[in-house]
């Protein structure tokens, strides 16, 4: 593989990615309950011209569809969340606040409006960012509207199965959905608590 940079700015040329342990949109063909347990742990990697940037994800929420009143599909389907209506294996990329990016991996089949948060990731190859929190984290990888519905079997934005890193699962409530009712109590949290990856969890530590 080819070597890795702090900044694109540090790579001159481009580079041919030949991905290995590549995780295939079958992977995300499953409820998004199931899927964010089992993104922990596995290698978010986002091509910017040359260079890699590489991270292993801590922390995911699960939105579990039109039912679940913190999801943004539970007031039907618009124009913003169209892309949680499938198929799955695709990013849904949202900006909220005026200020933050959010990156979502969207699951489940086609027609129910699933999708995964990634919440915070620790950066790799000595990769300097601050992953800790979804907006910082979408941030760092340069990620915005325009990569809204971007295919995760792109060269572009992928993930990597680790197979040498076990992460220790832990459900916790959601983080900021206090007005989505008894939904904001839901255990749709997952954080990995193992000692390499519980210091760049954001929010409520664990």
Known sequence: MASLATSPADVAHSVKIVPANRLGLSFYHRPAIELAPLLLGNILVRRVGGCLLRCRIVETEAYIGAHDLACHAARGRTARNDVMFGPPGRVYVYFIYGMYYMLNIVAGDIGDPQAVLIRAAAPLDGWEANLSGPGRLARELMLNRQHNGLSLASDELFLQRDAAHRPK???????????????ARRLLRFVDIHENSRRYVSGRKV
């Open 169 to 183: 699962v832990r459900r916790t409530p959601r983080i900021g959905v206090d007005y989505a009712g008894h939904w």
